[in-house]
T-cell receptor, first 115, second 116 residues
Framework: AQKVTQAQTEISVVEKEDVTLDCVYE???????LFWYKQPPSGELVFLIRRNSFDEQNEISGRYSWNFQKSTSSFNFTITASQVVDSAVYFCALSDIAAGNKLTFGGGTRVLVKP | GAVVSQHPSWVICKSGTSVKIECRSLDFQATTMFWYRQFPKQSLMLMATSNEGSKATYEQGVEKDKFLINHASLTLSTLTVTSAHPEDSSFYIC????????????FGEGSWLTVV
């Protein structure tokens, strides 16, 4: 069975600080996708990134960066120079390709950025 | 980017009535859509996988007769909560798989259901 663990339930930072969200996953699949989504207070889920299991290159998109370490089954997410608008719940998810790509979500990490 | 639209955004219904929530993929065809439920401050719980032209696959513990799912076209899936009760009040969110874009999963805006 697949499992995604986000050990941090809530992180509080002051604006401009960096914040790293941890994500550890378990799967028996050799091919899978990993995702990060942002859920602001309004509730909708915003797609941030999709990473193929064969692509271990780290990625940077503006203030966001992701570190994929297959050896430790981790896919961590860093927000650099955080802003108040980054306040949201962030979910890491793992796709089950054999089951039509249904997602297994971590418990989510609530990020609160204070001005 | 791909857009998934969900309607209504919020709905209040009386106990015992049924309510339908629609999920549409606006700029791609989605043979597979997913329905999730989210309780306050909790993660998303997959309810069922909706496949176009066939019966939905329900997760363990989800009542298929209560949560009716129909995926009649490649761009539309509907979730009907039948004989709703206050405990069905929740945030329901759908997602659709874009097979032409690496099977990326896009989510709708979600629907807040309140049963009074």
């Amino acid at each position: 069975a697949q499992k995604v663990t986000q050990a941090q339930t809530e992180i509080s930072v002051v604006e401009k600080e960096d914040v790293t969200l941890d994500c550890v996953y378990e799967t028996r699949d050799t091919t899978y996708y990993l995702f990060w989504y942002k859920q602001p207070p309004s509730g909708e889920l915003v797609f941030l990134i999709r990473r193929n299991s064969f692509d271990e290159q780290n990625e940077i998109s503006g203030r966001y960066s992701w570190n994929f370490q297959k050896s430790t089954s981790s896919f961590n997410f860093t927000i650099t120079a955080s802003q108040v608008v980054d306040s949201a719940v962030y979910f890491c998810a793992l796709s089950d390709i054999a089951a039509g790509n249904k997602l297994t979500f971590g418990g989510g990490t609530r990020v609160l950025v204070k001005p | 980017g791909a857009v998934v639209s969900q309607h209504p955004s919020w709905v209040i219904c009386k106990s015992g009535t049924s309510v339908k929530i629609e999920c549409r993929s606006l700029d791609f065809q989605a043979t597979t859509m997913f329905w999730y439920r989210q309780f306050p401050k909790q993660s998303l719980m997959l309810m069922a996988t909706s496949n176009e032209g066939s019966k939905a696959t329900y997760e363990q513990g989800v009542e298929k007769d209560k949560f009716l799912i129909n995926h009649a076209s490649l761009t539309l899936s509907t979730l009907t909560v039948t004989s709703a009760h206050p405990e069905d009040s929740s945030f329901y969110i759908c997602s659709a798989r874009d097979a032409t874009f690496g099977n990326t999963i896009y989510f709708g805006e979600g629907s807040w259901l309140t049963v009074v």
